[in-house]
């Protein structure tokens, strides 16, 4: 069924290559235990205090191939390093020149690396979202939502940075 909607959904998407300012293979800070995270380009959002302003332009950073989602992948299975997951966070991964790339590095996600965990950062509202964007969240297991608001901040919270932003389990993880 997933296939099926990402087959109709992405020729409806504008044919833009999504960009990624930064991949850590291993990463400790972006979510629980030791991830996989993926910082796109392309923010609508540009919240004032915006710790990561450089990936606000949509072509800012390299360009996302098949050969950096196949790195992923590929990192993710590594047995020499256990990773519980992924984390997707930008710029924001949720912006409507990302959606099929995303959706894409998602689905194989789920498929291919069996037992890993997807957590996405967007400055989007769930409620808010576009039916596009939710074949995305309808296959992650955390959203964090909502624009970091600089008279919010709260540097002692855990994976958000301001107190309006809410995290979604949607999935029972580890």
Known sequence: MALLAFCLF??????????????????????????????????????????NKSTWRLDNGHAFTQEMEDNIINDLNDTRIKRRGLSLSGGDPLHPANLASVLKLVMRVK???????????????LAELTEQQKQIVDLIDVLVDGKFEQDKRDPSLVWKGSENQVIHYFNEIE
């Open 10 to 51: 992405v020729p409806r998407l504008r044919k833009q290559n999504m960009h990624y300012n930064n991949y850590y293979p291993v990463d400790v800070v972006n979510g629980p235990g030791t991830r996989c995270t993926l910082f796109v380009s392309g923010c609508e959002h540009q919240c004032r205090g915006c710790y």
């Open 111 to 125: 498929t291919e690396c069996v037992g890993k965990d997807i957590w996405l950062w967007s400055g989007y509202v």
